[in-house]
């Protein structure tokens, strides 16, 4: 099975290709893109991430997509889907996450594509439910949740089980999305 390809007026959420590579360990090697962020990532550590999501993509399973600028075909980072990889009262779940590089951010790339993944995991992959969750000081990424229409509950903010006790990080918010999304 090949991956699929979401598309919106600007974008285009695509399989993940060797030329990304490079442009996505840069993105993940910034201090600004991953400052809520535990440690940015190596090299390695990206292209991990990268084949690793191809391939839940290949399989029809929630992962995340390569995200270029249709217009342009520059690659910008990720949109997409994926399991948290860590227990929480709230997990199993899918999640709607994205990183961008600077250069992309202001411009509402990021509601734009998880509006369309969120509209591929209720649609083709049958999701009742979606969440999203940051750190608390993220106003940025939280700011996005409220774009796409997901509901915070306080009573549900929880310390992220992956940061260390007392990281300026630590405290999450979480958001969840039900039903199909509108447009």
Same mark, same amino acid.
């Given at each position: ?5 979401? $598309?919106?007026?600007r ?15 840069a ?11 535990p440690?940015?990532? $190596? ?20 992962g ?19 399991v948290?990889?860590?227990e ?8 709607v ?8 951010w ?17 649609g ?18 939280r ?9 915070h ?16 990080l ?7 999305? $039900? ?5």
């Amino acid at each position: 099975m090949s991956a699929p390809r979401l $598309t919106t007026d600007r974008l285009v959420l695509r399989a993940w290709q060797d030329d990304d590579l490079v442009p996505f360990a840069a993105l993940n090697a910034d201090p600004e893109v991953m400052e809520f962020f535990p440690a940015p990532l $190596t090299s390695d550590e990206a292209a991990e991430f990268a084949g690793r999501h191809q391939a839940l993509l290949e399989a029809g399973e929630p992962g995340v997509f390569a995200v270029e600028v249709a217009a342009t075909s520059e690659f910008i980072g990720f949109i997409g889907l994926a399991v948290p990889r860590f227990e929480a009262a709230f997990t199993p779940c899918v999640e709607v996450g994205w990183r961008l590089a600077r250069s992309a951010w202001g411009h509402g790339y990021a509601a734009e594509g998880a509006q369309a993944a969120l509209q591929h995991g209720f649609g083709t992959l049958g999701l009742d439910e979606i969440v999203s969750f940051t750190s608390e000081i993220n106003r940025r990424s939280r700011a996005v949740m409220v774009r796409l229409q997901m509901e915070h509950d306080p009573t549900e903010d929880f310390d992220h089980p992956r940061i260390a006790d007392g990281d300026r990080l630590q405290r999450h918010v979480l958001y969840r999305r $039900t039903g199909a999304p509108t447009r």
